[in-house]
């Protein structure tokens, strides 16, 4: 499939734990994004990569959360020290270039995390 | 905040009703999209209209814009029980690289 992946599907960890979560674009798109969403509501921007430039860290919600793209391609979001707040959806998303948000955005099938 | 806010939050209809969900926000934007999410995972994208485009038409999709109302709204006709999901719309905001996203309208078609 040329969509774009994210795994673990699911992820149950204890408060206090550290997570990693990966996503892998489509093949060639530049731009990639990470999104959260708790239950029941829209979604939240966290950070955002575009080819070699510094990436958007905006909206990422405290220093607990980082992330890094390798190579232009596959981005790893890890929470530090995971707080029962943190539990929701994250969605990873790709597109071609992503200047002024003028492309669709492709979405993976997101992580689940739970945090007990 | 959320720059955008779909009206209504929640909607059920029958099969072959039409469906029309609205969309506002607050600042300017390059563009305007709307996406389907099914069962809280991955979002679909449907759609995209410019700031300078007042209609656009997909298939049983149709969505308008009135950037002097700073509203959007999409339409899907004929609607079919597999239509029934969540649909957000989310903007692109000059200078702003990553999309906006409001909070849903979920739509139940009842077959």
């Known amino acids: 499939g040329a969509g774009v992946s994210q795994s673990p599907s699911n992820k149950v960890t204890e408060k206090g734990k550290d997570v990693e979560l990966r996503c892998d674009p489509i093949s060639g798109h530049t731009a990639l994004y990470w999104y959260r969403q708790s239950l029941g509501q829209g979604l939240e921007f966290l950070i955002y990569f575009q080819g070699n430039s510094a990436p958007d860290k905006s909206g990422l919600p405290s220093d607990r959360f980082s992330a890094e793209r390798t190579g232009g391609s596959v981005s790893t979001l890890t929470i530090q020290r995971t707080q029962q707040e943190d539990s929701a959806v994250y969605l990873c998303?790709?597109?071609?270039?992503?200047?002024?948000?003028?492309?669709?955005?492709?979405f993976g099938p997101g992580t689940r995390l739970t945090v007990t | 905040s959320q720059q955008g806010e779909e009206d209504p939050q929640a909607l059920s209809i029958q099969e072959g009703e039409n469906a029309t969900m609205n969309c506002s926000y607050k600042t300017s934007i390059n563009n305007l999209q709307w996406y389907r999410q099914n069962s809280g995972r991955g979002l679909v994208h449907l759609i995209l209209i410019r700031s300078n485009e007042r209609e656009k038409h997909s298939g049983r999709l149709r969505v308008t814009l009135d950037t002097s109302k700073k509203s959007s709204s999409l339409l899907i006709t004929a609607s079919r029980a597999a239509d029934t999901a969540s649909y957000f719309c989310?903007?692109?905001?000059?200078?702003?690289?990553?999309?906006?996203f409001g909070s849903g309208t979920r739509l139940q078609v009842q077959p």
């Open positions: 989310a903007t692109a905001i000059t200078g702003r690289r990553a999309l906006t």
């Open positions: 998303a790709s597109s071609l270039v992503g200047s002024q948000g003028n492309y669709e955005q492709y």
